[in-house]
């Protein structure tokens, strides 16, 4: 795989685990938790989902990692570790430290009282003749968070709030991907985690 210097929205990755860290820069670090990110579309993430569907073992090693290297640096702010992560063999494989909470990091922080599931998904501009979105720049009209008990709950309630979402200008309605993420969150994957 090969990841863009600058950045690249995580074109070619599989099952993907960000945790996050804060650092006071002496040593002290606290854990923001995880998410993962590996619904994709075009090779470009559709959803995010917290906590990961990785086996908890797998997601402890990634962040005492993540931990561990920020602690070892010294970093003093807010930062998040990529990761490819293989579940079925309890393998990782780091990819690089972005330093700075990334706008996706409301998935992770919003950790429900109890086991819970967060969803995190876009609203992207399709369709629309004469208006070609490229490759260098990210086609984001809006974010949906929600939470619920478990993956099924948190799901329902993206679907609904992708149903009930119109996004309108001056000449009208504007086509989305609303029916592309529900199409994805109703595939068989989708409720195994994969």
Request: with cysteine; net charge positive; aromatic share 6%.
């Given at each position: ?109 919003a950790r429900p009282a109890g086991r819970g599931v967060r969803v ?61 993420f529900v199409g994805a969150v109703a595939h068989v994957h989708w409720e195994e985690?994969?």
């Amino acid at each position: 795989m090969i990841r863009a210097l600058g950045g690249g929205g995580g074109r070619g990755m599989r099952v993907h685990v960000e945790a996050q860290t804060t650092g006071n820069g002496t040593g002290g670090v606290a854990q923001v938790w995880e998410r993962e990110r590996s619904a994709q579309r075009r090779f470009q993430k559709l959803v995010e989902t917290a906590p990961s569907t990785a086996t908890r073992n797998l997601v402890h090693l990634l962040l005492t990692a993540a931990t561990r290297m920020t602690r070892a640096l010294r970093y003093q702010g807010a930062d998040s570790f990529a990761c490819l992560a293989n579940s079925h063999m309890g393998e990782w494989v780091f990819l690089d430290i972005n330093p700075y909470m990334q706008v996706e990091h409301g998935v992770s922080i919003a950790r429900p009282a109890g086991r819970g599931v967060r969803v995190d998904t876009w609203l992207y501009r399709a369709g629309v003749r004469g208006c070609n979105v490229g490759t260098d720049c990210d086609s984001l009209l809006a974010r949906i968070l929600v939470r619920g008990r478990d993956l099924w709950e948190a799901t329902q309630q993206a679907v609904r709030a992708l149903r009930e979402t119109s996004v309108k200008n001056e000449e009208g309605g504007v086509d989305t991907d609303r029916t592309v993420f529900v199409g994805a969150v109703a595939h068989v994957h989708w409720e195994e985690g994969k």
